[in-house]
């Protein structure tokens, strides 16, 4: 099983993927996805979280709303929200309004965030390793493999995939576990949810319940076999 740091790590970057454009738009404007290939973009978060988590982990500690912020800020810039946001909700984003598939990506943005934020205060430098990239840079598919040391010095593949957005920035929109997909795994659970109680009762529950829906959700499909 993944440590909870590797798991905080992996879906601290992971999550924001869902996040809503309207609200990704609120991360710091000093930060920008213009790093010049996909690897210069996870070195750079790799760099910020050793300097704005690991090095203020004591102001941290107590003070969750601004361990959100600055994963906020470390993260958001990042990740392509838009084409991650429809890919979590699958064959449901035709059938979802505007409005319902901003509020759930928001709300299951701040479900996921709020499970994993405090993971990250056992984040220490050296955690993750940016390994070198091997193959070729493709607009519409690269990844960025990385390696994750537990605390038990485990040692978790995390693999980031890329594509370059029409304005020439290279973002994210999926991270791989072990061979685990992070939209493949969530679109099956929330795919589950939905045709078990409908789109609009998920979000409300998302929206209310926060991380305890998420867990309930995953406690689930983890009961009907999903992985």
């Given at each position: 099983m993944l440590r909870q740091l590797a798991i905080a790590t992996a879906i601290a970057l992971g999550s924001v993927v869902a996040v809503a454009p309207?609200?990704?738009?609120?991360?710091?404007?000093?930060?920008?996805?213009?790093?010049?290939?996909?690897?210069?973009?996870?070195?750079?978060?790799?760099?910020?979280?050793?300097?704005?988590?690991?090095?203020?982990?004591?102001?941290?500690?107590?003070?969750?709303?601004?361990?959100?912020?600055?994963?906020?800020?470390?993260?958001?810039?990042?990740?392509?929200?838009?084409?991650?946001?429809?890919?979590?909700?699958?064959?449901?984003?035709?059938?979802?309004?505007?409005?319902?598939?901003?509020?759930?990506a928001k709300a299951f943005y701040n479900s996921l965030t709020n499970r994993y934020a405090e993971g990250l205060l056992d984040y220490s430098k050296g955690t993750v390793k940016v390994l070198p990239f091997a193959g070729e840079v493709n607009p519409k598919y690269t990844v960025v493999k990385t390696m994750v040391t537990t605390d038990d010095k485990k040692q978790i593949a995390v693999n980031y995939v890329f594509h370059q957005t029409a304005d020439g920035q290279w973002k994210a929109y999926d991270v791989i576990i072990e061979g685990i997909s992070y939209i493949t795994n969530y679109r099956n659970q929330v795919d589950?949810?939905?045709?078990?109680?409908?789109?609009?009762s998920l979000i409300k529950e998302l929206e209310t319940q926060g991380d305890k829906a998420l867990q309930q959700m995953e406690q689930e499909n983890k009961g009907n076999g999903a992985k």
């Open positions: 309207a609200f990704a738009q609120s991360a710091s404007s000093a930060q920008s996805s213009n790093a010049s290939t996909p690897q210069a973009v996870v070195e750079d978060i790799t760099h910020q979280l050793d300097t704005q988590i690991a090095d203020h982990k004591a102001e941290l500690q107590n003070n969750k709303p601004k361990l959100v912020d600055e994963i906020n800020k470390i993260f958001l810039p990042y990740f392509d929200t838009d084409w991650a946001s429809i890919l979590v909700l699958g064959m449901h984003a035709r059938e979802a309004s505007p409005d319902q598939r901003s509020r759930f589950a949810q939905i045709k078990k109680e409908g789109l609009d």
